[in-house]
């Protein structure tokens, strides 16, 4: 049975988390965690949602309110890609650029 397929978010009444558990084998660093937003749009949720579940909601989960969403003053490693993974989950695999670690706002040397 798959479980993607037979997953029901309103009967689980919690949001769910996005997250690999990567070995030095399998899955892959990256490669397992654009599995993981796909299968969770499979499941029923929005790609936007479906990103939600990889930034705000473990940051806020874990309680680290300085990141989770781009906003003047919050840490923020931008992952930029080809495409509009808003509308197109799979848009996550098309990395174009990497910004690591800029603080929103202000200007980086």
Do not use: Y
């Not at 978010?9 to 490669?31: I, Q, S």
Request: aromatic share 4%.
């Amino acid at each position: 049975m798959n479980s993607a397929a037979t997953w029901s978010r309103p009967c689980t009444g919690h949001r769910p988390l996005a997250g690999t558990d990567a070995t030095p084998f399998v899955p892959a660093h990256g490669a397992g965690m654009h599995r993981e937003l796909r299968l969770l749009t499979e499941a029923g949720l929005s790609a936007e949602e479906a990103l939600a579940a990889a930034t705000s909601v473990p940051a806020h989960h874990f309680g680290l309110t300085d990141r989770g969403r781009i906003a003047p003053g919050l840490r923020a490693d931008l992952v930029l890609v080809e495409g509009d993974p808003t509308r197109d989950i799979t848009a996550t695999g098309s990395i174009t650029d990497v910004w690591r670690t800029p603080r929103i706002g202000t200007s980086i040397p």
